[in-house]
């Protein structure tokens, strides 16, 4: 039996802990594959081309999104954002089922395309003020940029509701287990193991 991947959205307010969970929930669970996107923004100190994102010039970003290589692509915080559809679909062939960390308005844009089956996660943070603490704790953005991205905060939380699961990130354990079980439990409904391999039922006589 062939094993049929499925797509995983994950969002979030920006320092809401997305990225720190993912990492431990990749981790810890097998047959996962991280969609990399590709960025206009600068690299942070830490990530790495290629593996983190694909960071391009806005040209090479415009001249990608013309010849319709983005299965979404949207302006977030000021920068351009895609999701390569050549590399999802290969990786959909594969099997694999693909985390994709995406905006509100990516994950709309996916949820509406019925020739990719998606499942959707919006991560929130405990308060307002947690938020900003982290942000800010994270030490990687200018003033100018965490403004601007506590600004867009409001909205993106307008979204929430319409994702298939909301996780709030208070305690950092329980939000991985949590994102765990759902992963665990979409496999399933699936019919697949919690590991992504297809069951195969056994007869009794
Ligand atoms: P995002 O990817 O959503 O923008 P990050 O994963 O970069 O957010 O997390 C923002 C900051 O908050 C980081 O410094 C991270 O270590 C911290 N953080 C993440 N989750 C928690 C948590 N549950 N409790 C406290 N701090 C957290
Ligand atoms: P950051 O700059 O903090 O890495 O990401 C900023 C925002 O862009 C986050 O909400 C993140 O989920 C979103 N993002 C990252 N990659 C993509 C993408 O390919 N498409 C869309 N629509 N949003 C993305």
Redesign the pocket.
């Known amino acids: 039996m062939s094993v049929k991947g499925q797509l995983f959205i994950l969002s979030?307010p920006?320092?809401?802990?997305?990225?720190?969970?993912l990492k431990k929930v990749m981790a810890q669970v097998p047959g996962l594959a991280f969609s990399v996107s590709h960025t206009t923004r600068s690299p942070r100190s830490g990530e790495e081309n290629g593996v983190d994102y694909h960071f391009v010039s806005v040209e090479e970003f415009q001249a990608m999104r013309d010849k319709g290589l983005f299965l979404e692509w949207a302006e977030v915080h000021e920068n351009f954002y895609g999701t390569s559809r050549p590399a999802i679909m290969k990786q959909l062939a594969r099997g694999l089922d693909i985390v994709l960390d995406i905006d509100v308005q990516g994950a709309a844009i996916i949820s509406r395309d019925a020739t990719v089956p998606a499942v959707s996660v919006f991560?929130a943070p405990p308060t307002l003020l947690e938020l900003e603490k982290?942000?800010r704790?994270?030490g990687t953005d200018s003033e100018e940029t965490i403004e601007l991205r506590l600004n867009n905060t409001a909205w993106e939380m307008e979204s929430a509701p319409d994702y298939n699961y909301l996780v709030i990130?208070?305690?950092?354990e329980e939000?991985v287990t949590t994102l765990k079980a759902v992963i665990i439990a979409e496999r399933s409904r699936g019919h697949r193991l919690p590991t992504g391999e297809p069951i195969v039922l056994v007869n009794k006589t």
């Open positions: 979030a920006s320092g809401a802990g997305k990225t720190t969970i991560i982290r942000l704790g994270r990130n208070d305690s950092l939000a």
